[in-house]
């Protein structure tokens, strides 16, 4: 038994090790990967639940490392995140989101996400403004969207930098609402336009109804405050019939439409031709 708790611990030792290497790599390649051309975003339609008509598309960034193929943004975010990348990396996304939002012939919108780092980074607002400007976007089609985790690391500040986020023009939402660290009177005090429920609740509103019981009361939360309510992760009819009962106002899913180059939605984007 002796031996066996030895060999185990060297195995874990040595996978620790791996670990350790592996992210190291990621962390480094990462640094590297927009100068290599090897980011880029896809985009997920948002629609109205009534109207069925297109809102706007979420931008989501993938990441195509040479060797390893296409990497999740639930493992390298946090990789950016703790590195510091994510503020070099956050700022081509914005850049790269309005830069597409400004050639498109419908004044559609365009939702970026926008982590805690990038939150409280002194200069956020003065890019943002500058991308605005160097873009041409109107500011009213961009809109960022924040957790709520991202704000308890300093209320007061975030606080601030959302007011000159807000005065610019800006929108903002607050994501996987439901998740983290919920707190109701984070939707009055901070400037939000949208409320975005996440993915895990909307799931198991046909199955569990506690998850049925939370999603309607977001919703009456929404229409109390006046804050439209968008449903994430809808991936079935059940789902968007439960989500059209209970008059959610938009909708965002598989079902609606999964992330893909916006090539893929040029009849969207761009009006028909008239010949
Ligand atoms: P998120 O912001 O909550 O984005 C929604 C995620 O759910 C996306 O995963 C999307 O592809 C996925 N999704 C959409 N519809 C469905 C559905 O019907 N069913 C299921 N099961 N999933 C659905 P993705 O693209 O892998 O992104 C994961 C997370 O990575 C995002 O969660 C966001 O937190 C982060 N992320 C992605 N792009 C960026 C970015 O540009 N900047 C930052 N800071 N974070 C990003
Ligand atoms: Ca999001
Ligand atoms: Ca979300
Ligand atoms: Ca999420």
């Given at each position: 038994a002796k031996t066996d708790g030895r060999n185990t611990y060297r195995f874990f030792e040595a996978s620790m090790g791996t670990a350790i290497r592996e992210r190291r790599m990621l962390e480094h390649d990462l640094r590297l990967a927009i100068a290599r051309n090897e980011l880029r975003l896809v985009y997920q339609p948002q629609k109205g639940v009534r109207s069925q008509a297109m809102t706007g598309f979420e931008a989501l960034l993938r990441w195509k490392h040479p060797a390893r193929g296409d990497i999740s943004p639930a493992v390298f975010i946090p990789i950016a995140e703790e590195s510091g990348s994510i503020l070099e990396i956050g700022d081509w996304v914005i850049q790269a989101a309005c830069r597409e939002a400004a050639s498109w012939e419908q004044p559609l919108t365009v939702a970026v996400n926008v982590s805690a780092v990038q939150l409280y980074n002194p200069d956020f607002v003065q890019q943002l403004h500058q991308t605005l400007l160097d873009t041409?976007?109107?500011?009213?089609r961009l809109e960022i969207e924040i957790t709520e985790t991202a704000l308890v690391r300093d209320f007061n500040r975030a606080l601030t930098t959302l007011r000159l986020v807000k005065a610019l023009g800006v929108r903002i939402a607050m994501d996987d609402?439901?998740?983290?660290?919920?707190?109701?009177s984070n939707l009055r005090a901070f400037p939000f336009d949208k409320i975005k429920i996440d993915g895990s609740f909307i799931r198991s509103v046909n199955s569990n109804s506690q998850a049925a019981t939370i999603v309607r009361a977001v919703l009456g939360l929404g229409r109390g405050l006046g804050l439209p309510v968008l449903a994430e992760g809808v991936e079935t009819d059940a789902e968007l019939q439960f989500l059209r009962d209970e008059a959610c106002d938009e909708v965002q899913g598989y079902l609606l439409?999964?992330?893909?180059?916006?090539n893929n939605f040029r009849h969207l984007t761009h009006r028909e031709m008239v010949v």
């Amino acid at each position: 038994a002796k031996t066996d708790g030895r060999n185990t611990y060297r195995f874990f030792e040595a996978s620790m090790g791996t670990a350790i290497r592996e992210r190291r790599m990621l962390e480094h390649d990462l640094r590297l990967a927009i100068a290599r051309n090897e980011l880029r975003l896809v985009y997920q339609p948002q629609k109205g639940v009534r109207s069925q008509a297109m809102t706007g598309f979420e931008a989501l960034l993938r990441w195509k490392h040479p060797a390893r193929g296409d990497i999740s943004p639930a493992v390298f975010i946090p990789i950016a995140e703790e590195s510091g990348s994510i503020l070099e990396i956050g700022d081509w996304v914005i850049q790269a989101a309005c830069r597409e939002a400004a050639s498109w012939e419908q004044p559609l919108t365009v939702a970026v996400n926008v982590s805690a780092v990038q939150l409280y980074n002194p200069d956020f607002v003065q890019q943002l403004h500058q991308t605005l400007l160097d873009t041409g976007l109107s500011p009213k089609r961009l809109e960022i969207e924040i957790t709520e985790t991202a704000l308890v690391r300093d209320f007061n500040r975030a606080l601030t930098t959302l007011r000159l986020v807000k005065a610019l023009g800006v929108r903002i939402a607050m994501d996987d609402f439901g998740t983290g660290y919920s707190s109701l009177s984070n939707l009055r005090a901070f400037p939000f336009d949208k409320i975005k429920i996440d993915g895990s609740f909307i799931r198991s509103v046909n199955s569990n109804s506690q998850a049925a019981t939370i999603v309607r009361a977001v919703l009456g939360l929404g229409r109390g405050l006046g804050l439209p309510v968008l449903a994430e992760g809808v991936e079935t009819d059940a789902e968007l019939q439960f989500l059209r009962d209970e008059a959610c106002d938009e909708v965002q899913g598989y079902l609606l439409g999964r992330p893909a180059a916006i090539n893929n939605f040029r009849h969207l984007t761009h009006r028909e031709m008239v010949v």
